[in-house]
């Protein structure tokens, strides 16, 4: 493991090697998360279906389909916190393998808690591989840069979630030990890259020695910031998880058309959210955050509201460019300034507080939308309003714009 790279303080100027050098890292670690969505996407929309006739209960399904977040809940801030201490190329790798070697093992003769397990293990590797991923990209991209760097990222993963539900689909739920084997391989060859890379390896670091202790992460008002936002996007997300197909079922929707309107969202924010991390590092990076919640949560509200097919699914079309808007601005917001060593545990923190927001809203949205339809988008909506409000409060101290430094020369 290297020893820690002296880092340019804020505002320094790169020198064009340098700048060319960490851009292809993370060139590199966007293919890795392409290749791990890509695989995760095939198997997720038919999985389901698949437990079903494996004779699961409706209970046991939804169970299962939850160990994936209940797993990020409890395994993303330790696998930050060990990304602080061994660095970040060892948990990638063993991130990467875990889920493997866990996709692999669904083709086995198990009983209903045996997927449970699986998709347990499933959960704690996907959540640890995106920690340690941005964790690594913050550690070396300088802030002027830094949302345009993140929001590769994010767009290689939603580009794997949109690409893969095609492949699954055309497989189909009869051969699903198909899709289980090629996501195993998908996963593993996403290791190869991290394994190779001269340039991941370069920029990789270690902060602690074996046996020393760490500090605790200071809390600031731009993190703090960041944790009311993840909360707030947590809160939909999870409402769209349980009862997004619902509603549109509820709407007369085809089963193509319910597939389509997922599409619809994640292919339009591939591409935003590339726009999203250039204004966040240009713009004011609170308003876009601010602004991007506000408009996921307008459009939450007002969902249960509209009864035609076709608008929804360009309500949802355009409801991409506020989540594209806000992810890169918080991640730049929640990481400037703060210490190499703290940013896995800060990653950590950030994801824990989402999908808890997360595990929560879908665990109840089920039943609420029972009693009525708009229940579960007016509340989420409602306290995701609240949530942003005191996010935008607690950042009115908080530089919202990078000063952009001239480029240095060779």
Wanted: glycine share 12%; hydrophobic share 55%; proline share 6%.
């Amino acid at each position: 493991m290297n020893e820690e790279p002296e880092l340019a303080p804020i505002g320094a100027p790169e020198t064009p090697e340098e700048a060319a050098e960490v851009d292809r890292m993370v060139g590199r670690l966007s293919f890795v998360v392409f290749l791990e969505w890509l695989g995760a996407g095939a198997v997720l929309p038919l999985l389901p279906l698949y437990l079903k006739n494996q004779g699961a209960s409706s209970g046991m399904v939804g169970l299962t389909m939850s160990a994936f977040f209940l797993a990020g809940l409890a395994t993303q801030f330790p696998a930050g916190r060990l990304t602080d201490r061994i660095g970040r190329r060892p948990v990638l790798i063993g991130g990467l393998l875990t889920y493997a070697i866990a996709s692999a093992a669904l083709i086995l003769p198990i009983n209903a808690w045996g997927f449970f397990a699986l998709r347990f293990v499933q959960g704690g590797a996907a959540g640890a591989v995106e920690v340690a991923s941005l964790a690594l990209v913050a550690a070396n991209i300088p802030i002027e840069r830094r949302g345009r760097a993140v929001s590769r990222i994010f767009s290689a993963q939603l580009g794997g979630t949109a690409i893969g539900p095609i492949f699954g689909a055309l497989v189909g739920v009869a051969h699903m030990g198909i899709l289980f084997l090629t996501t195993a391989v998908i996963c593993s060859l996403a290791a190869v890259p991290v394994l190779t890379s001269r340039t991941i390896k370069a920029h990789d670091v270690a902060h602690h020695e074996p046996g020393s202790t760490m500090e605790k992460v200071p809390m600031s008002r731009a993190l703090t910031g960041a944790l009311l936002a993840a909360v707030s996007l947590g809160l939909g997300i999870g409402v769209y998880e349980a009862c997004w197909s619902l509603l549109m079922h509820s709407r007369g929707a085809t089963t193509f058309q319910i597939g389509l309107s997922w599409t619809a969202f994640s292919v339009p924010y591939v591409v935003l959210v590339r726009v999203g991390g250039w204004l966040a590092d240009h713009a004011d990076r609170r308003l876009m955050a601010g602004g991007g919640i506000v408009m996921s949560c307008a459009f939450c509200a007002a969902y249960p509201f509209v009864h035609s097919v076709p608008a929804l699914l360009v309500m949802g079309f355009m409801e991409s460019a506020g989540f594209a808007s806000a992810l890169p601005s918080i991640q730049a917001l929640m990481t400037e300034g703060r210490k190499a060593s703290e940013l896995g545990r800060i990653q950590g923190l950030y994801a824990t507080c989402q999908t808890a927001a997360i595990a929560v809203a879908a665990a109840s949205a089920g039943a609420l939308f029972g009693v009525a339809d708009y229940i579960p988008f007016i509340g989420a909506a409602a306290i995701g309003f609240a949530l942003v409000a005191g996010a935008l409060i607690t950042w009115l101290p908080v530089p919202g714009k990078v000063s952009q430094p001239q480029p240095a020369t060779s």
